[in-house]
């Protein structure tokens, strides 16, 4: 090494702190490449089995990774397919819910222009809430349209794209130009353009833009009004009113407030240059329910969610606002993680893989709870003999297991029909306690609503209806319970019954309160009061004897239909569900798992002990063991008496061979990591105290 560089750090030392490292690796050049040659670019190398099968797996082996490469490709197709074609559920939802106010703001934009509000710039002032997503989807929809119709577009801009008032000129005439032309043409529309070259924020830019393509509508929109500098927002609305006789703007304003306080900010004489309509979009949480009984309650269903996973998904719907795209991927990443980590959803796939390892896939079946209970039952009920084949023979197994993959599918399905019947009824009806069927769903995947007060009530009520009334419900019935014979024959005998009866009021049954007579008594002069039922008409009759025999099958069905979905055999497959699996996922609680670390290490790690040490032991890492001495103190805790109290642990262990500068070493670690986890803190009042920064629990 030179000697002239220990005197002193060279000129040419580098800024990145590599002078300063402890330890160089040392590469010798290559004498056979010229000096100065770059380096060549690796090649990106495929590997081998990867080739073969002609397409990288998303989805990785499993089995213990036995699992063939054709059935983890087609675990990914079946939910690329499944879950296509759910989004497209949801995609109809969302058309359907911004319908109504895109048709409405498209009519606005399309009649009204400069001279229809005498010079004034025509304006939509829409409120969205808390559903803020629902604007981008309406804009986004209104932009198509416009773009489509070659009539103009939309510009959409941010309160972060306005920082000033040469900036906001330069977004907007950049996004009307990229929304048709693209950055390429934006480019070239800038160079090619004849004449002296304008600045970027000229609107005589926009101003050609628009001759050159004729458009007839420009719709400027401020996605979060709230947030622009009144200032700035006021010298744009001055400059974009000069200009309306050149460039046909149409302004919109997101509000997430109201109309009065977005009014409020502005000045009297930036308010008197806009006139226009308001509109108001529709809150989100109808349109959750109605994505979720879209996805479950579908009549061509293959897969669910359980109840845990549905609790999970409402209950962060409840605790905070939640758009719908976030609900729905939230429930794409439950679908994922089902087809991620479960080797027989390869059952779910409407195609066969030939060479499948049906060996491997018959053993995960056995272990399967549901298919181990099964079993028992069988046994049970003397079926020992079809037990051995399912145990020991590959084939009759698989078979058997499609079998009841496809029964089980088709009483989810049933259970979630009924579901919805359930639901339209307690809304025909109006009972006071209404359900919602996301509610509804919960119960019923936990299988308690089949004795719950909603099925009472709602039977209940289905003994008083009228003829009007029950031929609505004729007409709500699911497939599965309209065509039964006995409900056909009941049916059908209703509807004989009908014609034939010439009265204005409907047909009532026996157990109608209009049927009810109150007779009064004198007993040793006490008036009492008797309930009777009066005299009925032939018809009544024949009516309450119809209604009592749907009331039967109706709760008949109710009991067959709505059974618990954990007692389905091979549930495990079509059913998914965990205990809180997304809850960790989207809303986790790593406080909560440092504090269980640092208090209960062996939760995590494996103990030596015969049972888990419950108190302060050396067999615990250093960091823990100081953290439980740290919560015995108070705010203020003296240095020297924790680190006695933290020596006392070793030594009361290790006696005699405990090593005092060893136990120091570990004490000065644990403390410097609970500092970097910012438990304690340097305290200002004692230099040799240490102050607590956080609570247990908090």
Known sequence: ???????????????????????????????????????SKRRKVVPEKDQKAGVLHPFVPLLNGDEDSQSVELRYRTYQHLW???????????????????????????STSPQTYGGCIPSALVTVGSNVSSLARLLARLNDQLTTAGDG???????GDAPNLKTTLKNIIRFAITNTEGNEGYQNFLTDREGPRLLGYDLDLLGDYVKRKGAKKLVLAFRDSEAFDPGILTDLLSLLSSWLDRIPFTLLFGISTSVELFEGRLPRASVALLRGRYFELHEASNCVDRIYGKLQAEADGKFWLGRNITGALFEKSNDYFQTPEAFSRTVKYAYMSHFFANPLTILLADESVPG?????VCQAIRNL???????????????????????EDDGFLFQYSLQHLTAGQQSM???????????????????TKKTSISDLS?????????????????????????????????????????????LKATRAEFETLVPGYQSSEPLRTEYDKRHSVVATTVVQQRVKLSKGKAK????????????DRFHALLEVYFEQTLVNPQDLVLHEIFLFDMRNPLKEIFSPRPRFAVERALSNPFDYLMSSADRSESKVSAKQPATAILYQLYLESGSLVNVFDLWQAFYAVFESEQGGSCDERTVMSLFYRALSELKALGMVKSSRKKADHIAKSAWMGL
């Not at 296509?84 to 399309?110: M, N, P, T, Y």
């Open 1 to 39: 090494m030179d000697p002239d560089l220990l005197e002193g750090e060279p000129a040419s030392a580098p800024k990145d702190g590599s002078n300063t490292q402890g330890v160089y690796i040392y590469t010798p050049a290559d004498p056979s490449k010229p000096a100065g040659e770059r380096p």
């Open 84 to 110: 296509s074609g759910q989004e497209a559920k949801i995609q109809e939802i969302l058309d359907d819910v911004d319908a109504e106010v895109l048709a409405s703001v498209s009519s606005f934009v399309q």
């Open 153 to 159: 577009g939309v510009i959409v801009l941010e309160s």
């Open 356 to 360: 499948m390892r049906r060996d491997r």
């Open 369 to 391: 709870p549901s298919f181990r209970r099964h079993c028992e039952e069988s046994i049970d009920e003397g079926s020992a003999e079809r037990v051995r084949g399912l145990l």
């Open 413 to 431: 399905r049933d259970i979630f029909q009924c579901v919805k019947l359930m639901h339209l009824l307690l809304k025909r009806l109006n009972i």
């Open 442 to 486: 919960i119960r019923a995947l936990s299988g308690e609503l089949q004795a719950s007060s909603s099925v009472d009530e709602m039977l209940l009520a289905v003994k008083t209806l009228d003829s009007t009334v029950l031929q609505e419900i004729f007409s709500m019935l699911p497939t599965t319970l309209a065509d039964l014979p006995e």
């Open 536 to 547: 009925l008409p032939q018809e009544h009759i024949e009516y309450t004897k119809i209604i």
